[in-house]
């Protein structure tokens, strides 16, 4: 397993000015381009609403261990 580098500042691909996180694994610029961990970078939409989820990452017989994840939703009123 790489180890992987932090990398605070993420700069936008678009304007090169530095994306401000709004969740975490989920980053947003000022220009309207969005980064997601995992699928990259993006434009936003109007129509997209960003929220977060729990995601259950472990279940054992006396836990339940779950964590927050950013997750794209789509306003439909807008589409
Ligand atoms: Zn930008």
Redesign the pocket.
């Given at each position: 397993m790489a180890e992987k580098k932090k990398n605070p500042k993420q700069r936008?691909p678009?304007?090169g000015?530095a994306m401000k996180q709004q969740f975490i694994g989920l980053k947003h610029?000022?220009?309207g381009?969005s980064w997601q961990k995992g699928s990259g970078y993006f434009e936003r939409t109007p129509g997209m609403v960003f929220a977060l989820e729990r995601k259950i990452t472990k279940k054992s017989k006396n836990s339940v261990r779950s964590k927050q994840v950013p997750v794209i939703r789509y306003d439909e009123k807008q589409g």
């Open positions: 936008c678009n304007c000015r610029c000022k220009c381009t």
